[in-house]
């Protein structure tokens, strides 16, 4: 991955893996590496390895394993360029300036820029509102009053927008040109052309990206004043379908847990983070959109589900099932009890029980299979045609279990519960599943070859035998020895790197294999091993040629067995008579 010369590689060449893996393990000298339980899977022994001077990690339970920046992206989540730059950023290393490529995307970079800076700039204005005026006094004693203190606003960056309607334009009028005042959203332009506010009297709330940079705000109604929240527009820093409110805060949490929180608007995931439970994110509009989904899942695949418990909360519920299903992720849904006789949102539900009685909630959440059905359940069941429609509405989300023997058991749970007749249920069921887009995926085959003694030696040698390395991998590449042997894509690999003569790097050639052998090399490397020395590596050599020997040999005599006459049949003896003559000279 990192090219000779580039960027990543002179931030890889001062980097410290040790360091920068060490922010997120606790790694203990084990010898020469070090040790730590692994981030990628559960475990309570130690078995995620740390090697400092090889720059690579490696973990012996589940397999994963790279360089420094492999690493950052599967703990960030991120791409390759932002894996470079935040480990630049933790080892103190300065970047140079990105390169543009023309001067519409030169343009476009110092746009957005400048846009992010604006509304930085913004928020800050907002912020003084809410602490330092009248008006947001008032803000802040609706707030308060419902239950929002003042550690709340600030942790959460509530700030006020003043009913004036042009207060914010005056603020930002001097430092921006009009054009980017517009394109902010945050200021709109009315049919004579002049310049207003967007948000009047209204409550504030900084949405960031995933990198937490606020790019949109949303606003809320101080009283009964319509719409009771009104967003930022799409801008070229933001678009609403491509971020979840508070995932910037919720990374770490949806990590070490596991399962989101998914609510409906800023307020529920306020009042779900403030209670302590950080792993929620808001989708900030009814509907769930299909790049939201990818977002949350380069997190975490299991989601609860917390919407509104009204009927367009409901329906944002199912489409967002639709959505999630079909994104392979495992879904719960929370639907929260009455509060006395209102409706509990998130929200509401936690200021008047408590954040104990909502974790217990989310603890008991039924799957969402069992939620459907209480659903088609307080359909009217008495008719056929009543049970028709239960029928049509529960089918497309059974079709989309993607195992079939919990297909089955649900299929068995829906006639139960809805007193229907099984069979019947189940022919619709079959023909629901054939139609089915995409079949259960397989898990990638993760279980090690068994790369024999002499293989592993060589590969060592290959990889860090810098005396001779490249002597080996000539006679290797000449005698063609690791052909045919369940390592050769790893020899091949090596035998490429060192003939190429470049500096060596064993997370290079490991990133260039496919994840099975790269999990083979990389516990190759880890192994104890004594000095590489020329003998050893012949004899390991002779091995190999034997080995190839016998592979022939078999070979030939299947064919002898396969009852060939004449000629074929005296070729196939001699070849035999041959192999087995240096096999003998060999052994
Ligand atoms: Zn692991």
């Given amino acids: 991955m990192a090219e000779a010369g580039s960027v990543a590689e002179k931030v890889k060449q001062q980097a410290d893996i040790v360091r920068v893996v060490g922010e997120y393990v606790q790694l203990k000298k084990a010898g020469q590496n070090f040790r730590g339980l692994c981030p990628f899977h559960a475990e309570k022994t130690p078995s995620f390895n740390v090697h400092p001077s090889k720059q690579i990690y490696h973990c012996f339970g589940c397999g994963q394993g790279g360089d420094v920046f492999k690493f950052v992206m599967e703990m960030e989540k991120c791409a390759f360029p932002e ?46 509102q809410i602490e330092g005026t009248l008006e947001g006094k008032a803000a802040r004693a609706y707030l308060e009053d419902r239950g929002l203190d003042r550690d709340t606003i600030t942790r959460f960056g509530m700030g006020y927008a003043p009913s004036g309607g042009d207060l914010l334009l005056r603020h930002l009028k001097g430092k921006y040109a009009e054009k980017t005042l517009v394109e902010s959203g945050l200021i709109s332009r009315d049919g004579g052309g002049r310049l207003f506010d967007r948000f009047r009297r209204r409550i504030t709330f900084p949405i960031a990206n995933d990198s937490s940079k606020i790019v949109a705000f949303g606003a809320r109604a101080l009283a009964d004043e319509q719409p009771k929240y009104l967003n930022s527009p799409e801008t070229p820093i933001y678009s609403k379908s491509k971020v979840l409110y508070h995932l910037d805060r919720a990374k770490d949490a949806l990590r070490r847990q596991d399962f989101a929180i998914l609510v409906e608007g800023y307020m529920d995931a306020i009042a779900v983070a403030r209670a302590g439970i950080s792993n929620v994110v808001a989708s900030c509009g009814t509907a769930l959109a299909e790049s939201q989904i990818k977002l949350l899942g380069r997190f975490t695949k299991r989601v609860i589900v917390n919407y509104d418990p009204d009927a367009a909360g409901q329906a944002a519920t199912e489409r967002s099932l639709t959505a999630l299903l079909e994104q392979d992720f495992e879904v719960r849904v929370l639907s929260l009890p009455p509060v006395g006789d209102k409706k509990a949102d998130p929200d509401l539900f936690i200021r008047e029980k408590g954040a104990a009685a909502y974790l217990q909630q989310l603890k008991d959440a039924p799957p969402y299979v069992d939620y459907l059905i209480t659903r088609a359940r307080q359909m009217d069941l008495s008719s056929g045609e009543g049970k028709r429609r239960a029928v049509n ?67 060592r040698m290959l ?18 020895l690791f052909r045919g042997l369940e390592t050769e894509k790893i020899f091949a690999a090596l035998i490429r790197a060192t003939l190429a003569g470049n500096a060596f790097e064993s997370a290079q050639v490991g990133a260039a294999l496919e994840d099975r052998d790269r999990r083979v090399f990389f516990e190759i490397l880890f192994e104890d091993a004594q000095e590489p020395n020329w003998e050893e590596a012949q004899s390991c050599l002779d091995t ?9 040999l078999s070979e030939v005599q299947r064919g002898i067995e396969a009852n060939p006459t004449g000629e074929a049949l005296k070729s196939l003896l001699t070849r035999k008579q041959e192999l087995m003559r240096r096999l003998a000279a060999s052994a």
């Fill in 83 to 128: 894996a470079i730059r935040i480990v630049a950023e933790k080892c103190g290393i300065s970047l140079p300036r990105p390169r543009e490529h023309g001067p519409e995307e030169r343009r476009e970079n110092q746009q957005r820029t400048v846009l992010v800076e604006l509304h930085r700039e913004a928020q800050l204005w907002f912020v003084k």
């Fill in 393 to 459: 509405f529960l089918l497309p989300y059974v079709q989309k279990i993607p195992n079939s023997i919990l297909r089955s058991e649900w299929a068995t749970r829906i006639a139960q519960q809805l007193r229907l007749d099984e069979p019947v249920l189940r022919a619709a069921l079959s023909k629901a599943a054939s139609e089915r887009r995409s079949e259960v995926k397989l898990q990638p085959e993760l279980v090690p070859s068994s790369a024999k003694p002499a293989e592993r030696r060589l590969i």
């Fill in 463 to 480: 990889a860090e035998a810098p005396g001779f390395r490249s002597e080996l991998a000539q006679q290797l590449e000449a005698s063609g």
């Fill in 544 to 552: 190999l040629a034997r080995k190839q020997l016998e592979r022939e």
